[in-house]
């Protein structure tokens, strides 16, 4: 029995058409007879009509190495860059893209960014942003790829390697991809750090450790009668090793023993979803199970012992089981259009077992945490007026989105949650839209069972105003408690000339929290005074672990307004003179502009405990942001410049301690990508083998070796905030081939 679709290897282009038919059709229009005409909507066409299109020219323009990593390099086009949209695959949701983020860009035919109601059309919460992925009917490749990486500075070098194999054909796509990267360990020694630079101790400290990590992946989907089935299968094995130095008192290098800290960790992940119409509507079932195996050593200066050295280690298994059932149908039309209802219905299983030996008597535990969790969410989409089906509408375009939902597990009561959003667009320049929800929360099942890990972390340590390495424990915090959260989102976009060439953007968003859990806010004094049981200091003062896990709060409060410029230009619209244009100027342009301006950012951990103004000394956060991203392409080759500015802020020393405060300067950072594909750029009448489909990349990260420069009141820079104190990693260089067959 053949699982895979039958395709001819090497067919790059569509294969052979079936008769014409408005279903087999990619155009929008499809003739009849002599005369009549059929209009049909486009392949792969969502139920809204995007804001922003990139078509396959200007896909390619990105340079991207796989569709997840297109995905990542758009999000400044949807006005958040930092965070990851909702995708829909050919116009329909689906739960995971897992499979088809590893496909090359090449599988696309075009990308469209969703204005905001679309989230709520498809039965997601409305703040959040849609990306729609149009796929190739036909498309089959192998593809290998190989990268080097090192920083201008020395010290360390990386690789990876891939090889895969990718088909779709029509409804069936299938892929296989094993990966292989690593990196060297950034040696002390290769930085100038120390006070004595011929220390031969510093060859023996890890600033950044070694990492290696090996995956494999597939993925199948194909047609089961009327519903289409997908399974995908994932396992990897990572590790890292880091070099701690040698051990106190010891005589010197030639006999000393190397401290080490190790973490290896492997996973396995499985999920199978079927999909497809159901009772008037569409039905989305889906299954996931992973396994985490975890362990680690760390190694630690005892005096106290034979060996001047204990050393720890814990292991941990974890494994979750969830299941999810997605339905979504018209329930009624009304004049503007349907009326649309979403149910989904999810179960989450997750159990975690740590084991920690610390190598003392009685050091030994066993620690096991479970979790059970059920959830539900009726979401109902309601347009109220119509351009498109009423074109004298006073009101343009008006739908209103409300959606309930209910979460409970095992040992826990209920927790309800409400959402309303509003999507208003008066003229067909202009879109408002606004959101509301109010939650009763419990913690996130990462929250409370994430595998418990040690390993030792360079931090700066305000008391001592020196670089500590103290030992950084994460896990879950099985401690935590349930809270609620209101958010409210407004926002506005304005397209004044055509839609596709220019875009602003302004959005008000709030939350706050009340009880519950939060991350840990980081290492500041502000933040050692509110959680003094987190640090643990040595007899000396020195500091020598923190406990970075989950934190209960009493309150946290966010205020942030981004405002957002989006300019595309694209010669060779729709039309005639497409060709034309695109041969006299196959340059294609894309800038985006986004600034963050975060109006109010407080946390207050305990009742009667000083509140921590995140914005006013107490932790190291900048109040604005910018980001910036240009891509310019043509055929054959693309440059992508994207940079990020932050403004400075002043943090506060610690009360009491007769220090200065800390003034954190303005930083920007630039990272720059080129691209060729000599087959395209040459124009060959026989193009050599070896040229067909290649694609040679550079990436420069951080290309004006930029760090955020840190001085005292007086001027002075502090010890510990040099230039490889800060960011020992500095400018990094990594050259690229990719070959498709």
Known sequence: MCLWPSVAAGAQEPLPAEPASPRASDGETVAIGDDEIVVTARYGEALVEPEIELDELQIDSYGAYSIGDLVRRITPLTGRPDERPIILINGERVDSIQDLARFPPAALKRLAILPPEAAGRYGYAGDQRVVNLVLKRHFVSWEVQASMKAPTAGGQIGGTGSAGRFVIDGKSRWNAQVQLAGESALLRSSRALSSSQADDRDD??????????????????RPIGRFSGSLSVDAAASGSRQWLGLVPADPGPADAPVLLGRQNSRNLGLSATLSGPLAGGRAIFSASYGRVWANGRLDQPDLFSPERYRTSHNRSVSENLSTRLTYNRSIASLPAGPLTATLTAGANRNRTTNRF????????????????????????????????????????????????GLTFGSRQA?????????????????????????AKLAPSLEQLTAPYSEE????????????AEPVWVTGGNPGLGSGRRRTLSLGATLRPFDPRLLSLSVEYRGQRSTGGAGGFPGFTPAVEAAFPDRFVRDASGRLVRVDARPIRIVHDITERLNNGLTLMFAPGRKGEGASAALATNPWRFTLSVNHGWLLRSE??????????????GDTAQSRHSLNVQLVAGKPGMGVTLDGNWQSGFRLRAPTGSGQQDYRHRPVMTLNLRL????????????TPAWLSDLNISLDVRNLFNGYRRVVLDDGSVPAGYRRYDVDPLGRTVQLSVRKRF
């Open 204 to 221: 023996f400290l890890s600033l950044i450790p070694a990492t290696r990590r090996l995956s494999v992946s597939m993925g199948l989907t």
């Open 357 to 404: 030996a610390d190598g003392s008597a009685g050091g030994d535990r066993i620690e096991r945490v479970g979790q059970d969790r059920f959830d539900g969410r009726l979401s109902i989409a309601v347009p109220i007026a119509s351009r498109d089906e009423n074109p004298h509408s006073l009101l343009g375009d008006l739908a209103l989105d409300f959606a309930g």
């Open 414 to 438: 209920s927790r309800p949650r409400f959402e309303v959003g509003a999507n208003w667009s008066p003229i067909p320049a202009l879109r408002i839209n606004g959101s509301a929800s109010f």
């Open 456 to 467: 030792v972390r360079r931090v700066y340590d305000f008391a001592r105003q020196e670089i």
């Open 603 to 616: 946390l207050l951990t305990a009742p009667g405990a000083p509140v921590i103004d995140r914005l006013d």
């Open 675 to 686: 691209f060729a594909e000599p087959e395209r750029l040459l124009r060959m009448q026989e």
